[in-house]
């Protein structure tokens, strides 16, 4: 959209908060179904328990650092081209997920199964951050629940736009099973290892652990069909030197100290703890069509976004 006014929330804010806006870090796995201020709190909390200054750590979350301008209004953008090119450019992935429960909003959108599949296919980091909820039910489940919990249908998923869910179903038919398989295997080990974490050691949970990393190893054996599939569609079109270049992302500090209270200030009588990144979605750019389309009439201009002109640099870390 160069020389177009509407650019995407990231880069608006870089213009304004310098320091907020930086080389991304972390990509996020995660659904727009989300509550706001539970997923800034997971991330928060996250980095806490890490001890990782938030100022630093700059986090790529596509609501944010993508043009919603091209995605929403114009739809121009080839959905798995652009999150496979910047999971394999920012390398480390969080996924925040909602529950450990068969209701988790995470299990049930198609992209963050997809997203977290292709990395896992890639042996990328991937991490966990689980919000307040999950962690709740996580510390009073036993063993064997931890191990049932999450349950993976990657065809019954859904995408909030047809043609994204389209695209994505076409590409992994045929493989289903070993993304449903792959998927629950690994946040099984994830779940497990945040488990060890609060668990005394015993018997029971180092034989668990053990068969996580037998069926983990069995997994990467298997996945190297669909792996040489997903990464030949990530890569097409794109040079060896695009990769060196690594997306602008927003950071966690930023999310806590400014986002939320600009939002808090911005709609005073229905921001709340309830509110979802979707139901945002429609205050800032309008409700969708049949097509998932926004009409953008009377955007709201949360951080200049709206009116600042598009350039070729956006997109690109230091805009």
Known sequence: REGKAGVSLCTAIGQR??????????????????????FIRALQAYCQERNWNTSERFVWVCF??????????????????????????IQNVICVVDDVAAKA????????????????????????????DGQQRLLKM?????????????MSAKASEKK???????????????INRGVENLFTGLILDLLQKEMEPNAELQMTLAAKRERKAELRMTLAATKMKLQAEVRKALAADDLDEIPPGVSVEFLVTHFDRELERLFPDKYDEAT???????????????????????????????????SSREGKAGV
């Open 164 to 178: 994204d869910e389209d695209q994505i179903k076409a590409l992994i038919a045929g493989t289903a099973r070993k």
């Open 64 to 89: 944010i650092c993508n043009n919603q301008f091209e995605w929403l209004q114009e739809g121009g953008k080839d959905g798995v081209k652009e999150f496979g090119t910047n999971l394999k450019k």
């Open 276 to 310: 979802t990144f979707v139901q945002l979605a429609d205050w800032l750019w309008g409700p969708p069509d049949s097509d998932g389309r926004r009409g953008f009439e009377r955007p709201v201009d949360l951080f200049g976004h709206v009116r600042m002109i598009g």
């Open 105 to 132: 909003v995470y299990f049930t959108r198609l992209w963050p199964v997809f997203e977290v599949f292709t990395a896992h296919c890639e042996q990328l980091p991937i991490h966990l951050a689980l919000m307040e």
């Open 17 to 38: 908060f310098p320091s907020a806006v930086g080389c991304a870090t972390n990509f996020i796995s995660w659904s727009w179904r989300y509550s706001i201020k539970k």
């Open 142 to 154: 036993n063993l064997l629940e931890a191990r049932e919990a999450i349950v993976v249908d990657v």
